[in-house]
């Protein structure tokens, strides 16, 4: 479906400040680089200020500081917050491209006669929802998705393809000959208006439940253990792990590949970076990091060489600064 808004009625559902023709039609949404006439397009930090300059974007949606140093030629929308704005943008374009998805299960679905779901919700193709779960308002299942018993999705949720919620956690006692297996006695509780990407996992608490606690968002292909606890709209890039029993605090950030070990308690306001390992608990807000830089192989093992050997530098050194200190008395 071809969508052609006039910019006035754009500034009149979203606000904003308007610099330019009301009457001019907007086709599409289009990064600066790759913008074209009939396109809107956003800027959010003076680092792209160079594609400012050069774009073709019929409308900018920036800041009102950006603005005042950088005007462009095209029509502007001055926000306070150019990135949401944009998101909002999205939104209002999708209502006008995308049909909302259909309440109701799917034929194809599996859905265990005491398990309850929402007449609102979109239970999709091949889902699964197990006995005794729970499925809230107007959420939504993508194909695939498999809900495990007694665990609970809340209102307004969208779970993409493949995910897997509720399957066992982790959980195997050692006899010295072979494993015994711990029963995964718990659920999965996630509350609302919660983002669950396609083939993440959120696996069952094996006494107490696992948490997800309203508007969470996890990445594709995310692992969350047993008995973990993620707090209100904490976000998590893809290819996270996150090891059974961490705490983890409302509106934290962990970036792509990064791992959370097991046990280990985040406050609220942490960010990670991407790639990183949390190795011990962060009770301070802030940005941590833990990447060893990437090198040619060569140079990087020098480094790695090096610092096995920090320790016993550090010994020499306190050494040497004793040795200085004696002898200058």
Not at 107 to 119: I, K, R, T
Not at 144 to 165: D, K, L, P
Not at 212 to 230: A, F, P, W, Y
Not at 247 to 272: E, N, Q, R, S
Request: hydrophobic share 40%; glycine share 10%; charged share 15%.
């Amino acid at each position: 479906m071809d969508v052609a808004l006039r910019l006035g009625d754009i500034v009149d559902q979203l606000g904003g400040t308007l610099h330019g023709d009301p009457g001019l039609i907007v086709q599409g949404l289009s990064p600066l680089d790759t913008a074209q006439a009939q396109h809107l397009s956003f800027i959010t930090s003076a680092k792209f200020k160079s594609q400012l300059l050069s774009t073709r974007a019929g409308v900018v949606v920036m800041s009102e500081d950006l603005f005042q140093q950088y005007p462009p030629e095209c029509a502007v929308i001055v926000v306070d917050q150019p990135y949401v704005y944009f998101a909002l943008l999205t939104q209002l374009w999708k209502q006008r491209t995308v049909a909302p998805a259909e309440s109701g299960i799917h034929p194809s679905a599996v859905v265990h006669p005491e398990a309850l779901v929402h007449p609102s919700a979109s239970v999709g193709p091949l889902c699964v929802v197990e006995q005794g779960a729970q499925i809230g308002f107007n959420t939504v299942l993508h194909s695939r998705v498999t809900v495990g018993a007694r665990c609970v999705v809340g209102a307004r949720c969208i779970v993409h393809s493949g995910a897997v919620i509720g399957a066992d956690g982790f959980g195997f006692a050692p006899t010295g000959a072979k494993w015994e297996k711990i029963e995964q006695l718990g659920a999965v509780k996630i509350g609302n208006d919660v983002e669950i990407g396609a083939n993440t996992c959120i696996d069952r608490g094996a006494l107490q439940d696992t948490v997800i606690e309203d508007g969470v968002k996890l990445d594709n292909l995310i692992q969350i253990g047993h008995n973990t606890r993620i707090g209100q709209h904490t976000a998590m890039a893809g290819c996270v792990g996150v090891a059974g029993s961490a705490d983890i605090g409302a509106h934290c950030t962990i970036g792509g590949g990064a791992v959370v070990l097991g046990h280990l308690k985040l406050v609220d306001g942490v960010h990670i970076s991407a790639a990183s390992v949390v190795t011990r608990s962060l009770l301070k807000p802030g940005h941590y990091s833990g990447v060893f830089p990437i090198d040619d192989n060569a140079a990087w093992e020098k480094n790695a060489v090096t610092l096995k050997q920090l320790y016993q530098l550090r010994d020499r050194i306190r050494k040497l600064e004793q040795h200085l200190s004696e002898n200058s008395d």
